[in-house]
């Protein structure tokens, strides 16, 4: 498996509180992406990252941040919880070698956040 | 931006027999596309990756056929096994980034 952990596995929170994911990758690899899962959606890009400070908006990117200060960390933050932001939280890499194409993604285990 | 249609409905088939999953898309045909299983509570995991110039590719018992005039790509499974149960997610590349269909369930019985 890829070297990849998300942290925490799990959580619950409150509406209006902030929250911070981790991923964290021994890889190496130049991209990191979040998506998130539910049922009915399927997995849908929020942002991601082509480089350390370097970050693009994905297609739900609406009330979430990230932010990639070092190769192997990409947070992903909830100013304000709200409960449509529940849902599984996945964590992905990619080590592309042509500009402008996408190689393959490998995932992390999920984080699954409840925001009551 | 890119639509991606796969069966929402579970795929049920017998312990040895062909699975077939459909993968359709609008828009733009991509330059590649790939399949990924994902097993419950676990992330998604590479399988096969298929580019616009090939016709088909293979691993083992997996196929999967691309062609573009249709704007399509089948997913086979040989042989399937109980093992093979899973659900089945096919991307569309775009630039730097992947566009994910809804995936379709596949359960194989004894």
């Known amino acids: 498996d890829a070297g990849i952990t998300q942290s925490p596995r799990h959580k619950v929170t409150e509406t209006g509180t902030p929250v911070t994911l981790r991923c964290h990758q021994t890889?190496?690899?130049?991209?990191m992406y979040w998506y998130r899962q539910d049922p009915g959606h399927g997995l849908r890009l929020i942002h991601y990252?082509?480089?350390?400070?370097?970050?693009d908006k994905g297609e739900v990117s609406d009330g979430y941040s990230v932010s990639r200060s070092k190769t192997e960390d990409f947070l992903l933050t909830l100013e304000s919880a709200t409960s449509s932001q529940t849902s599984v939280y996945f964590c992905?890499?990619?080590?592309?070698?042509?500009?402008?194409?996408?190689?393959?993604?490998?995932f992390g285990p999920g984080t699954r956040l409840t925001v009551l | 931006s890119q639509k991606i249609e796969q069966n929402s409905e579970a795929l049920n088939i017998q312990e040895g027999k062909t699975a077939t999953l459909t993968c359709n898309y609008t828009?733009?045909?991509?330059?590649?596309l790939q399949w990924y299983r994902q097993d419950p509570g676990r992330g998604p995991v590479f399988l096969l990756l298929?580019?616009?110039?090939?016709k088909e590719k293979r691993k083992e018992r997996l196929k999967v056929t691309f062609d573009t005039t249709l704007k399509q790509s089948l997913f086979h499974i040989t042989a399937s096994q109980p093992a093979d149960s899973a659900t089945y997610l096919c991307?569309?590349?775009?630039?730097?980034?992947?566009?994910f269909g809804k995936g379709t369930m596949l359960l194989v019985s004894p």
């Open positions: 890889e190496n690899h130049r991209y």
């Open positions: 298929i580019r616009e110039n090939e």
């Open positions: 991307a569309l590349e775009g630039y730097s980034t992947l566009t």
């Open positions: 828009n733009y045909s991509p330059a590649y």
């Open positions: 992905a890499i990619s080590e592309s070698t042509l500009a402008g194409s996408t190689d393959t993604q490998y």
């Open positions: 990252s082509y480089g350390v400070k370097d970050t």
